[in-house]
């Protein structure tokens, strides 16, 4: 299943690499951490490397590398703001769990 993007995460991207300038789309990941045991890894990606795989959604490349995909599959990506507050949501079919603070999640 693909990576997709809200409309709202997918002008955040667009807006950020636009002032950045550069940059060839977003680069979602995971870590081992938390106390669930994974968590979100998000960056603006420069380069598609040869592990990735590339997800184009909404005019923004989403780049993920294959180990990663796994516990991602399906994610729909979101970008909220609330209050003074900001920042990506992840919606991930494959979670079995999540921390208290919504920081890790388990698959």
């Known amino acids: 299943m693909?990576?997709?993007?809200?409309?709202?995460?997918?002008?955040?991207?667009?807006?950020?690499?636009?002032?950045?300038?550069?940059?060839?789309g977003?680069?979602?990941?995971?870590?081992?951490?938390?106390c669930s045991g994974y968590a979100y890894v998000v960056n603006y990606a420069d380069a598609v490397e040869n592990n990735d795989v590339v997800f184009d959604n909404q005019?923004?490349?989403v780049i993920v590398d294959r180990d990663s995909l796994g516990y991602i599959d399906g994610t729909e990506v979101d970008f909220?703001?609330?209050?003074?507050?900001?920042?990506?949501?992840?919606?991930?079919?494959?979670?079995?769990g999540e921390c208290g603070c919504g920081e890790s999640f388990t698959v």
């Open 59 to 61: 005019g923004v490349k």
């Open 26 to 34: 977003l680069r979602l990941g995971v870590k081992q951490t938390g």
């Open 2 to 24: 693909p990576i997709s993007l809200t409309a709202s995460a997918a002008n955040r991207v667009r807006t950020f690499l636009a002032n950045r300038g550069k940059g060839v």
């Open 80 to 96: 909220v703001k609330e209050g003074l507050n900001e920042a990506f949501r992840f919606r991930n079919p494959n979670i079995k």
